[in-house]
């Protein structure tokens, strides 16, 4: 099953590498990692979506308090939480496809950007699959490059991930 | 008062109560030998190879409950390390490796002896630092000693650049140190306690395994307390062996790949587990799928939440220091007045003492070729058990936990873990600074010693009167019973036909050797190897080749699948 979590690490060189590491070392897998630092300088806020059995994960959530630099490790899956991806994509855009992208942009409520007279740059941001289902109601040859920023996290309400 | 970072560094260590540093100098800690040089509060040894620095530090470390410290240089310095870094991480055993670093301003420059250390150590150490400014020296090493002590120990590496151990600085070292990202458990939960002690009491067919948490948790006296309480049987680790006397009548011995029959089949028809310190293993409980049947209710106490319900799902975990839970369930067992079932534990000690009926660690006696086995009983007995024994790795590193009887925590030093060839002489030197008055012995065999045989030099000059047991059987052992049992008696690489002359060897490092090739002279040998007690003595037995560690249990097999002799 797919997992959202979400961690709090000080912000300092290699604490990155130190969690990259711990999910390579030790077979775990990570289909997206984002990171940056939060209002507080000294802290950096991770989200990882991984997939494993209900044993894997908490031997991950386990090995993630392990780490030294870790603050504060939560599996967002597990309760009421709201999951955002931005992605960028390039689609070609002439002739009568011009006005169908942009109807497919409106419909799933992304932004075109950046506008040529070949092809439209458009901004989408939604759940993961969101993304992959505008992909999908894209025709293949239209989609010139993709750029995605992997899911990033946070708990419904009063649940706050924090120091 | 304006300080230089080398300066500091030394400052720091002297005020951790630091009395041994085992280290190799080079380029990049020259400055921090300089301040070495001036002092001597904090004693230096050179070792051979850096691997014995660790090495040394980590028995140091093992043998006294106090952090081991080595000193490195750049580059080679710490690639050498590693083997003792790694050893040290699966252990979990407490050590502070300081390594010099390429000047700040080369880093990144493929400068001369420059590697990436805290990118190469970072996967076999607790944690790691490079400092990069002056004025962090001094926070660091604490939080480095701090860390490598604390929780389930572990190495922690500080890797200095050379220009910023010459910067200087005001030197204040900080009296203690608290981490937001890190605080590890003391307490147990007191309802799981509770719930932990209930079961223990109505169980029909109990069973305690310990492993290396109770050494290193301080806690063989509390562990000891609660099974002669309880009157259950009590197994040990290979890591854990000390933890409860093994010549005790409720110890059935080491568990695991070549533990006793009694111990493996207690541990999988037991209906009550409880795990203390250990984190069943592969060379511990083989298989975890033979493992789960039958079921048992399982307990399981910690200091580190991911060794629970790591390889075998657990009913109830208790997270805290080994030595606060212990001394938990003993106060409330007496204090809530629990009470065993005594007709079912009577029955369950009848079907024990028929297992150990068994007798597994029997050997074929000869008087015209030396058994190992022998030669361990032998230095059990002239010992009178109560050396600090350090041990290669392989057969000889098992006969010597299945026939030395431990009966105090800290005297029995291997590589369990990561099971490291060439721990043993400069483990043995560690435990020898650390404990000048103790005897100290080697069991090793002719393989894993060459794996370190430089450190003879280091005992040369330090003086240390270590006693090398080398079961000398020309042959990789371990690696010919594999090769025996599942690849043909084809015996690929095992056999070494170019060993040196192990007296010669001795004699040339200055010290003694003394060679026995036969079973009525082992004694004897042995008496006159303790008897000389301020100098190092290398004894080559030459043993019986084709001699197997028994029971077995092969890879991937259950505990009662052992091969027995």
């Known amino acids: 099953m797919k997992h959202i979590i979400s961690i709090l690490l000080e912000n300092e ?5 130190r969690v990259a590491g711990l999910f390579s070392a030790r077979g775990y897998n990570i289909e997206s990692l984002t990171v940056a630092p939060t209002e507080d300088a000294t802290l950096s806020r991770m989200t990882v979506v991984t997939r494993g059995s209900d044993e894997v994960i ?15 490790v939560v599996d967002l899956s597990e309760g009421e939480h709201i999951e955002r991806e931005l992605m960028l994509v390039k689609l070609r855009a002439v002739g009568k496809d011009r006005e169908e992208m942009k109807r497919m942009t409106d419909i799933f409520r992304g932004r ?11 901004e989408l941001t939604g759940t993961g699959s969101k993304l992959d289902a505008f992909l999908k109601a894209i025709e293949p040859s239209a989609i010139l490059e993709t750029v995605r920023t992997g899911s990033s996290g946070i708990g419904r309400g009063d649940r706050v991930l924090k120091v | 008062m304006q300080m230089t970072g080398a300066e500091i560094v030394v400052r720091c260590l002297q005020e951790e109560g630091v009395e041994h540093v085992f280290g190799y100098p080079g380029g990049a800690v020259l400055f921090i030998y300089d301040e070495l040089s001036k002092q001597n509060k904090v004693k230096h040894i050179l070792v051979r190879h850096e691997q014995g620095a660790l090495h040394a530090a980590d028995g140091y470390a093992r043998s ?12 080679p310095g710490v690639t050498n390390a590693v083997t003792g870094i790694a050893t040290a991480y699966s252990d979990s055993i407490p050590l502070v490796v300081i390594t010099g670093q390429v000047p700040t301003y080369a880093i990144g420059e493929d400068a001369f002896q420059e590697c990436d250390t805290v990118g190469i150590t970072r996967p076999c150490v607790k944690h790691n630092f490079l400092v990069r400014k002056v004025e962090d020296i001094a926070s660091t090493i604490k939080k480095a000693f701090y ?51 209930q079961l223990l009491a109505q169980a029909q067919r109990p069973m305690i395994y310990t492993g290396g948490g109770v050494i290193l948790g301080e806690s063989a006296t509390e562990l000891t307390e609660f099974v002669r309480k309880l009157g259950f049987p009590c197994t040990n680790t290979l890591m854990g062996l000390g933890g409860f006397p093994a010549t005790d009548k409720q110890f059935l011995g080491m568990l695991g790949m070549h533990g006793t029959y009694e111990a493996n089949l207690a541990m999988q028809e037991c209906d009550v587990l409880l795990a203390i310190g250990a984190r069943f293993d592969d060379r511990v409980i083989g298989n975890p799928k033979h493992f789960f049947d039958p079921k048992r209710t399982i307990i399981h106490v910690d200091v580190d939440p991911s060794s629970i319900s790591k390889r075998v799902k657990v009913d109830v975990p208790i997270v805290g220091q080994v030595r606060d839970v212990l001394k938990e369930f003993n106060k409330q067992w007496d204090l809530f007045k629990f009470h065993t079932d005594l007709p079912a534990l009577k029955k369950w000690w009848a079907q024990i003492d028929t297992w150990r009926g068994r007798q597994c660690l029997n050997y074929e006696r000869s008087t015209s070729i030396i058994k190992p086995q022998f030669v361990v009983q032998k230095l059990y007995e002239i010992t009178k058990g109560d050396a600090f024994i350090t041990s290669d790795v392989g057969q000889h590193q098992m006969w010597a936990a299945q026939y030395y009887k431990f009966n105090k925590p800290r005297r029995w030093i291997n590589s369990g873990g990561l099971g490291t060839m060439g721990f043993g002489l400069p483990s043995a030197m560690g435990a ?7 005897t100290v012995a080697c069991v090793t065999g002719e393989a894993s010693i060459q794996m370190c045989i430089q450190e003879l030099s280091t005992c040369k000059q330090y003086k240390l009167p270590i006693k090398l047991i080398c079961l000398n059987n020309r042959y990789m052992g371990m690696v010919r019973q594999w090769q025996e049992f599942f690849h043909g008696n084809r ?23 003394i060679k026995v090739d036969k079973p009525g002279d082992v004694e004897a040998a042995l008496k006159e190897c303790f008897a000389r007690k301020k100098e190092l003595v290398f004894m080559d037995f030459q043993t019986d080749q084709t001699e197997n560690v028994y029971p077995m249990i092969p890879g991937g097999k259950g505990l009662s699948e052992m091969i027995l002799v």
């Open chain 1, 58 to 72: 908490e031997q991950i959530t386990k090995q993630l308090n392990k780490l030294v630099d870790v603050i504060k």
């Open chain 2, 64 to 75: 006294t409950h106090k952090v081991g410290v080595a000193l490195v240089t750049s580059g």
């Open chain 2, 432 to 438: 020898q600074l650390a404990n000048p008055r103790a």
């Open chain 1, 112 to 122: 075109i950007i950046d506008v040529t007279d070949k092809d439209y740059t458009v």
């Open chain 2, 491 to 513: 015996y690929a690489e095992s056999y070494m036909n170019a060993l040196p002359d192990f007296v010669k060897l001795a004699e040339a490092y200055g010290h003694v050797g």
């Open chain 2, 147 to 197: 860390i490598a002590s604390t929780g389930r120990p572990g190495p922690v590496v500080v890797d200095i650049p050379k220009d910023v151990s010459a910067q200087k600085t005001e030197f204040l070292y900080p009296a203690s140190i608290s981490l937001r990202s890190y605080n590890p458990v003391v307490k147990g939960h007191p309802g799981q306690i509770k719930k932990a002690l």
């Open chain 1, 13 to 17: 060189a290699g604490a990155l590498s």
